[in-house]
């Protein structure tokens, strides 16, 4: 299983971007996708989930600001990203789970300048 993260950079304190999960050799339809991100001397945690059926499920230091979406024809989950804090600067990994099985993409940064 491969996923390829993309779509990270450098943006200014309030900000937008647009973190695109692309998974070119397998279909998404039937998992659960999800962005976490892992800041320097922190721990991995949890953005953002959409299930199968389109259920989100969102970190509240991300509400409202972020937005999860998934297009299963293009295979691709996507993450809005708005009114960016310097707080939410972190390495973004995209996932997928299936029944407790996990998959990883290979991050992608995200730094946000105050």
């Known amino acids: 299983v491969q996923l390829q993260a993309s779509g990270g950079g450098l943006v200014d304190f309030g900000g937008s971007l647009r973190l695109s999960c692309a998974s070119p050799?397998?279909?998404?339809?039937?998992?659960?996708m999800g962005w976490y991100r892992q800041a320097p001397g922190k721990q991995r945690e949890l953005v953002a989930t959409?299930?199968?059926?389109?259920?989100?499920n969102y970190a509240d230091s991300v509400k409202g600001r972020f937005t999860i979406s998934r297009d299963n024809a293009k295979k691709t989950v996507y993450l809005q990203m708005n009114s960016l804090k310097p707080e939410d600067t972190a390495v973004y990994y995209c996932?997928?789970?299936?029944?407790?099985?996990?998959?990883w993409g290979q991050g992608t940064q995200v730094t946000v300048s105050s």
């Open positions: 996932n997928r789970e299936y029944r407790g099985i996990e998959y």
């Open positions: 050799r397998n279909t998404i339809s039937s998992y659960r």
């Open positions: 959409i299930t199968s059926g389109g259920i989100t």
